[in-house]
Nanobody
Framework: QVQLAESGGGLVQAGGSLRLSCAAS????????MGWFRQAPGKERDFVAT???????YYTDSVKGRFTISRDHAKSTVYLQMNSLKPDDTAVYFC?????????????????????WGQGTQVTVSS
């Protein structure tokens, strides 16, 4: 059983930055694909970014050039560096994990592909 704990959310002005962290425990983090999703009030949960176990990355178009996903295998932690934040980025951000049996470049961007989820962290961007 994998447990995920997000942190780093908060209130920031437009144009500012935040770094989200997601600490994983209870599983083989190094072979897991990891993803970040977000859910704004009244909307569905949307894909933000993903990173494979080998370090390949993929982003939704709206955050390309502003957000960076990374992972630290030694700390079993995945990060989401968010720069140039906009009010439209306001949402609860969720970390997700997809444990695999092998190292892979494969990227996953659909929520139903992930097996474990964190509780979420609120990001609010004021205009």
């Amino acid at each position: 059983q994998v447990q995920l704990a997000e942190s780093g959310g908060g209130l920031v002005q437009a144009g500012g930055s935040l770094r989200l962290s997601c600490a994983a425990s209870g599983g083989t983090f190094s072979r897991s694909a990891m993803g970040w999703f977000r859910q704004a009030p009244g909307k569905e949960r949307d894909f933000v970014a993903t990173i494979s176990s080998t370090g390949s990355t993929y982003y939704t178009d709206s955050v390309k050039g502003r957000f960076t996903i990374s992972r630290d295998h030694a700390k079993s932690t995945v990060y989401l560096q968010m720069n140039s934040l906009k009010p439209d980025d306001t949402a609860v951000y969720f970390c997700a994990a997809k444990p695999l049996q092998y190292y892979s470049n494969e990227l996953y961007y659909r929520s139903e592909q992930y097996d474990y989820w964190g509780q979420g962290t609120q990001v609010t961007v004021s205009s």
